[in-house]
């Protein structure tokens, strides 16, 4: 069964940084879609960016430019640097392969707040 370990959240000002490791296992993840996704107290989960087999980056509209999303194949972990957080970036923030998401695992909080 495929797993995903979040890791690298916390609290953080406004305008700061923080880099969100995933490790995953029991897939084969380099062929694997894969997506970074956050659920706010009270709002739906969303989907905040994705990184295909080949690269190939997608980003929530609110985020281009301040999020990046990259993938280390030979240690199964995707990444998602994100720059100049805002308030509304606060979430728990998860990953999972895509289209058809596996378990979800623990996530991981960011808060931003000054």
């Known amino acids: 069964q495929v797993q995903f370990v979040e890791s690298g959240g916390g609290l953080v000002q406004p305008g700061g940084s923080l880099r969100l490791s995933c490790v995953t296992s029991?897939?084969?993840?380099?062929?694997?879609?894969m997506g970074w996704y956050r659920q706010a107290p009270g709002k739906q989960r969303e989907l905040v960016a994705v990184i295909g087999s080949g690269g190939t980056t997608h980003y929530l509209d609110s985020v281009k430019g301040r999020f990046t999303i990259s993938r280390d194949n030979a240690k199964n972990t995707v990444y998602l640097q994100m720059n100049s957080l805002k308030p509304e970036d606060t979430a728990v923030y998860y990953c999972?392969?895509?289209?058809?998401?596996?378990?979800w695992g623990q996530g991981t909080q960011v808060t931003v707040s000054s």
């Open positions: 029991g897939s084969i993840f380099r062929l694997n879609t």
């Open positions: 999972n392969q895509l289209p058809t998401p596996g378990r």
